[in-house]
């Protein structure tokens, strides 16, 4: 039997909005104030971009799937994804404070980054996980554009202190690769994952 919707373990927005755009219908499954859940977020020395972004939704799928046992929820597939801004070897996160914003976002400008997103779904014992890859290029900016834009505060809450979908479209000189990935969550990926679980057909 096909289940009727899916557990969809992130408080991003967009990723709902993302998840209504295929739709797939969803209900929120997210952590309690028992659970620390920022402590999954914490980097290995050496670690590549690559690998911490796949590792980090492992252990937040993982976390998601016994959430679900405990709570004696209803049987659906659990989604996971992380978003995770690179230029080299060097992750930038989300930012702690607008100073932070403002120093990722001068150490992109000029210069083109990538941005990985991992998801993962599980189902049963059926299990199953993806990597977007996009590379974005970011046009010099003044330093009054870059202070307008931290100020307006849509850097906080997202990785590398910006958001592709808001004002800063418009210093994005250039796209390669997933739209909706860089947003937070690859259309493409996310729908095959779904049927190899079997929930699209």
């Known amino acids: 039997m096909v289940p009727e919707f899916i557990y969809l373990a992130s408080q991003s927005p967009r990723r709902r909005e993302l998840l209504d755009q295929l739709g797939v219908r969803h209900e929120l499954l997210l952590p309690g104030p028992e659970e620390d859940a920022e402590a999954l977020e914490i980097g290995r020395p050496g670690e590549s971009p690559t690998a911490y972004v796949q590792r ?6 993982e976390a998601a799937v016994a959430r679900l046992k405990a709570r004696g929820l209803p ?9 995770t801004v690179a230029r080299g070897r060097t992750i930038y996160g989300k930012p702690h404070d607008a100073a932070d914003a403002a120093r990722m976002l001068r150490n992109l400008v000029g210069g083109t980054h990538r941005v990985m997103t991992a998801v993962a779904v599980q189902h049963g014992n059926r ?8 590379r974005v290029t970011f046009s010099p900016l003044t ?16 990785a590398g202190a910006y958001a592709v979908q808001g004002r800063a479209a418009a210093f994005i000189s250039h796209i390669s690769g ?3 990935g860089i947003m937070g969550l ?3 990926e996310t729908a095959q994952l779904l049927q190899a679980v079997g929930f699209l057909r």
């Open 186 to 188: 690859p259309l493409h």
């Open 56 to 61: 980090v939704t492992g252990l937040k799928l």
């Open 127 to 134: 299990r199953a996980a993806a990597l977007s890859v996009s």
């Open 143 to 158: 330093q009054g554009e870059l202070a307008a834009y931290v100020s307006s505060g849509e850097s906080m809450g997202k």
């Open 75 to 83: 049987a659906a597939p659990v989604l996971c994804a992380d978003t």
């Open 178 to 180: 997933s739209h909706s």
